[in-house]
């Protein structure tokens, strides 16, 4: 079996047009990696719904799989960097894959056994896959053109991602959730054994989705494997790592980038993790299964915003339109606040379209003009921020059980505020810069 890593480059380079022949599979296989991942993130969504039924969760507890989740990312981000640092790209994106498609494969004994505590390390082990996925993506992709269109390029790639969102929740919609909604009270008036089988089947609905899945992401792991990959043209490892975190850290722009991404993955796990609460709560009579539909016009929204959004650089610079975008959304997320009921929820969908090109102009205004060593480190600092989506998801469970989900969506709208701090700072750089 060949090497994982990346082929070497040899003595003659190919031609132009050689190199497109030769490297278009291992392109569509990189883009294929944001849907998995997207997939994968937004079944969590479902799996708050589901598991506050299954296990009978308070908003905390149920948002406990998002904190056990968002934890592996932070965890294993730095870990993937220096692997993939030392061991390249696809060596990473293949390790990834396995952790991804183990964790997955775990649902089965931790529905069998319906121990929730197994079902969030299960969700720790896909989220450690996952964090490499990210980590060796989003550079790969900054790294295949023109510097000056690596932004736009990355919006682009990832606008693949939604489509991974939208499959997630269409598949939780309709294999995971059973449609059987039962109030408090008609729960208490069961006999032990009719809880009992309820909260079975609740259980064991994960089951069968999530053992697709597991197979499925090995099964491209192994299709990675056997696909000869070109070189990346990147330098070798030339400093150490020690080294190469200290430049990072004492960069301010760079330190910035970390705290605008670390508050919109929090402001974006929270508003699509508290959609379907929100919905039923305002909306009353609604099913989760009726609510998830406006989750997944959400995720359409966003999937058509990052297209919008890579067209848009084309004519205005990303820093401000990340600007103009972090303004609507607080504008958004605060009518949903002070305005509860349908016309809320529609905000919340709207919010999603306005979402879309932050994550990716983050990431890339946080790694441009760097050194290969500083790119791959600085990339796995950014996906450590993550972590942002178990902290202030958990944030907005207690501040839900303490006042109302509705209440609960200012947490995002100060979010974007942040971000709205970062993109005028770096607008007002860049202009002095210009000037």
């Known amino acids: 079996m ?44 479902v799996l708050i719904a589901q598991f506050k039924k299954a296990f009978a969760l308070s908003d905390f507890g149920a948002g406990l799989v998002q904190s056990a989740f968002y934890l592996g990312y932070f965890l294993v ?50 989220a450690s896959g996952l964090a490499f996925l990210e980590t060796s993506a989003n550079p790969f992709v900054t790294l295949l053109g ?47 054994a009719e809880r ?41 490892v030339s400093s150490t790592g020690r080294g190469v975190l200290r430049k990072l850290l004492g960069d301010r722009r760079f330190i910035s980038a970390l705290f605008a991404q670390f508050f919109y993955v929090g402001a974006q796990v929270g508003v699509w993790s508290y959609t379907i609460r929100y919905v039923q709560a305002n909306m009353p009579g609604t099913s989760a299964k009726e609510a998830a539909n406006f989750l997944t016009a959400g995720l359409v929204c966003f999937m ?16 401000r339109l990340l600007l103009v975008f972090a303004a609507v959304n607080i504008a958004l997320t605060l009518y949903a606040v002070l305005e509860p009921g349908s016309s809320g929820a529609y905000a919340l969908v709207a919010c ?31 996906v450590m921020t993550i972590i942002g989506g178990a902290v202030l998801t958990a944030l907005m469970g207690l501040v839900s059980d303490h006042f109302s989900i509705t209440t609960a969506m200012s947490v995002p709208a100060c979010s974007f505020a942040v971000i709205l701090l970062f993109a005028w700072r770096r607008n007002v750089s860049v202009v002095e810069v210009i000037g």
């Not at 498609?101 to 390390?121: H, K």
């Not at 058509?304 to 820093?319: E, S, W």
Request: net charge neutral.
């Open 196 to 236: 009992a089988a309820y909260f079975q089947g609740e259980t064991h609905a994960v089951q069968w989705p999530y053992l697709v899945i597991g197979v499925v992401v090995l099964a491209w792991a192994c299709l990675i494997v056997i696909t000869r990959f070109p070189s990346l043209g990147t330098a070798k």
């Open 304 to 319: 058509l915003g990052r297209f919008a959004g890579a067209a848009l650089m084309k004519y205005l610079a990303p820093v």
């Open 146 to 192: 023109a510097r000056e269109t690596a932004t736009r390029r990355l919006n682009l790639a990832q606008a693949f991602n939604p489509l991974g969102s939208i499959a997630g929740i269409l598949i939780g919609q309709h294999f995971i959730f059973t449609g059987v909604e039962r109030s408090s009270a008609q729960i208490a008036a069961m006999s032990a």
């Open 2 to 45: 060949q090497s994982v890593t990346e082929e070497p480059t040899s003595a003659a380079a190919p031609a132009e047009g050689e190199e497109q022949r030769t490297s278009w599979l291992p392109l569509i296989l990189v883009v294929s990696l944001f849907f998995l991942w997207g997939a994968a993130n937004n079944l969590n969504d």
């Open 352 to 382: 999603s379209f306005f979402m879309s090109v932050m994550y990716p102009t983050i990431f890339a205004l946080g790694v441009e003009g760097r050194s290969d060593d500083e790119r791959k480190l600085g990339a796995a600092l950014l």
């Open 77 to 126: 981000a730095m870990p993937a960097g220096m692997y993939m640092r030392r061991f390249g790209y696809k060596s990473a994106v293949v390790f990834g894959l396995v952790l991804y498609g183990t964790g997955a494969l775990l649902f089965w004994p931790a529905a069998s056994m319906a121990a929730y505590g197994l079902f969030l390390f299960a969700l720790f082990v896909i």
